[in-house]
């Protein structure tokens, strides 16, 4: 009798147990109270290490200070950026872009990453709340915006760092960088007098007629280092692509200087007749926008415009913008993505002005 009784009360402890375990496995995981940069008050998980990136602004400033934590990518990177960026993103399963042109996010595979949250970093967008809150209705997990543009960047990075497990010493660190910078583009733009202000006409696209103007996302570098845009158009866009001008707009802006993107036709601007009267291609003062592993200047507008203030800075102002920039491409290539930029790979990124 003894015997069957502790049987009874061994099985009994078992199934207590087994409950208590079950209990605990359903537990809901412990949550910390998260205002976002559109006033929205979110529950994110107290213990977070499994992000995924809205878009691409998202993916690359989340790549750099825990890449480790990301679940997904909004694209796959090319093959020209493998070297430069944390391998870890090169499997991820690729998710697209929740704004923009490329306007693109898979709810799909984005529910099969296994993200404890999404996170949009970048620019302020109209209705921006609606439809975050949308987005997470339908996901069911956590969405937050933090704002990102050059002006809120460093602040981005240090609340990254809290709310990113054991990431505050490391978002911090990304922090003081883009701060330090920030202030030294203003504090050298405000010695520049108005009658030396350069104009610039920042090109993308193959044609070189597609510009981002004045007042755009995309050409926060041009306003903030002291440079005046000259393309002034009404209806600024502020997609990648910007807004496409014509050629009798082009020399109406005539600017001091002309910038262009990768695979443009910078290499054969000054055989082409209909821009070489143009008096950056007559004086020779046209530029190929490094391009590795994103564009310098923008596009998208993300921790790459950080580099493209010294860059530009240095090209554009260099008694100013005193630097050496092979040294400070090298640094933030190691600071950003912990990858350590030869003289020979920095002197071809740096090396393209002028049809050179």
């Not at 949009?120 to 439809?131: E, S, V």
């Amino acid at each position: 009798m003894k015997r069957y009784i502790s049987l009874l009360l061994a099985a009994a402890l078992l199934l207590c147990l087994a409950g208590c375990a079950a209990q605990a496995a359903q537990a809901p995981e412990p949550t910390v109270s998260f205002t976002d940069s559109c006033g929205r008050t979110v529950a994110l998980p107290k213990t977070l290490t499994r992000v995924a990136p809205s878009g691409a602004v998202a993916t690359m400033l989340l790549a750099t200070i825990a890449p480790e934590y990301l679940v997904s990518v909004n694209a796959t990177p090319s093959s020209s950026q493998y070297k430069y960026l944390p391998q870890e993103l090169l499997s991820l399963p690729t998710t697209g872009q929740m704004y923009g042109s490329k306007s693109t996010l898979n709810l799909e595979t984005l529910l099969a990453c296994g993200a404890q949250a999404v996170i949009d970093l970048g620019d302020k967008k109209d209705n921006m709340a609606a439809d975050l809150d949308e987005l997470q209705k339908k996901l069911g997990i956590p969405v937050i915006f933090i704002e990102a543009d050059l002006a809120h960047m460093a602040e981005a990075y240090r609340t990254l760092g809290s709310l990113l497990s054991g990431k505050q010493a490391r978002g911090a660190e990304l922090a003081d960088f883009c701060e330090k910078t920030v202030a030294m583009a203003e504090e050298n733009s405000a010695k520049i007098p108005a009658s030396e202000r350069l104009s610039v006409l920042y090109t993308s696209g193959v044609s070189g007629l597609d510009t981002n103007a004045r007042g755009s996302i995309q050409a926060q570098v041009l306003e903030l280092i002291g440079a005046d845009n000259a393309a002034v158009v009404e209806d600024v866009s502020n997609k990648g692509g910007g807004n496409t001008v014509s050629l009798e707009q082009l020399y109406a802006f005539d600017p001091d200087v002309i910038l262009f993107s990768a695979g443009s036709i910078y290499g054969t601007v000054s055989q082409n007749p209909a821009w070489t009267q143009l008096r950056a291609i007559q004086t020779g003062r046209y530029y190929e926008i490094p391009s590795l592993p994103y564009n310098w200047m923008s596009n998208p507008p993300s921790l790459n415009m950080i580099l493209g203030i010294w860059w530009a800075g240095n090209l554009l102002y260099p008694d100013v913008y005193d630097c050496d920039m092979t040294e400070k491409a090298q640094e933030i290539f190691r600071l950003f993505w912990g990858y350590a930029l030869s003289d020979s790979e920095a002197a071809q990124l740096l090396g393209r002005e002028a049809g050179a």
